[in-house]
């Protein structure tokens, strides 16, 4: 299927500049010019307008552009299909993607059992941050993830399952005053505005869970917190929270060493979902339904189609 002539308009689109776009297609300007002008008189009607160098689609080019994703879209697919069909014999390869702690605790469980039933698949693992991953799954670069989620969207219901409702707690070092007073007892709006409005917080990158319900909890609290520094890795800031250098929100998962670190239930409760997710057109054989299984299995749920 030879979609290279529409690579062609796209990459015009895209750079709304013949000589770029011919750069990035590695070709001359002047044999692109001459195919854009023969496709224009092919249509009858001008698919970009051309002022002072730059490009911009008319209507008809913002048509032809938007078919000509979905048919490159429909090739990638098609041949990414017929090469998973080497796959039927048992041989094959499965991109996961992880975000948090729980998913990569589970596939130390998980993948012995699978390689065990299927020796001649590899399973390729990469730790990567939920904006990272939804970008990954949505464009179909990766082919499952195994991620932290406060809502399933923006992937369809077919895409998600739910593995489970986590809780989220309000981490604090033992060593603070609060916990002397407090050892055990959740902790309601008034509460953290009244004993922590001037401690330091520990945030996650942006785009995070835990970073959504931290912006959400400072703003009912109606508290200005003092940010100590932002970081994606939780095992980091646990270790700060344990050493006194401030407080952060932590799910349940990774809610360990209580021998420094007092986990805080909050008044309302704050839950993130753990999801397994797949990309859109994951065609999916005997390794690939097995491992959603396990999963699935990991967590108590049906694996239901």
Known sequence: MD??????????????????????????QSSLSQYLSKLERELGTPLFYRSKGSLSLTPAGELYVAAAREVVHIKEDLYRNIRSLEDIEDRGHITIGVTSQFGLQMLTRLIPPFKASFPEVTIE???T?????????????????????????????????????????????????????????????????????????????KGSTLRILTDQMIEDAQIMLSTICETNSIIATRSMVAMGIGIALIGDSCATDREHVAYYPMIPPMYRLNAFVRRKNWVMHDPETYLRASILQYFGQPASD
Do not use: W
């Open 3 to 28: 979609t290279k002539y529409l690579t062609y308009i796209l990459a015009i689109a895209k750079k709304k500049n013949m000589t770029k776009a011919a750069e990035e297609l590695f070709v001359s």
């Open 125 to 127: 693992i990469s730790e």
């Open 129 to 205: 941050n939920v904006p990272a991953l939804t970008k990954l799954l949505l464009e179909e670069n990766i082919d499952c993830g195994i991620m932290a989620l406060n809502t399933i969207a923006p992937f369809s219901a077919a895409q998600v399952d739910v593995l489970r409702q986590e809780e989220v707690y309000l981490a604090v070092p033992k060593t603070h005053p609060y916990y002397e007073k407090n050892p055990d007892k959740p902790i309601t709006t008034r509460d953290l505005a009244e004993n922590f409005s001037e401690e330091n917080i520990l945030l996650s990158k």
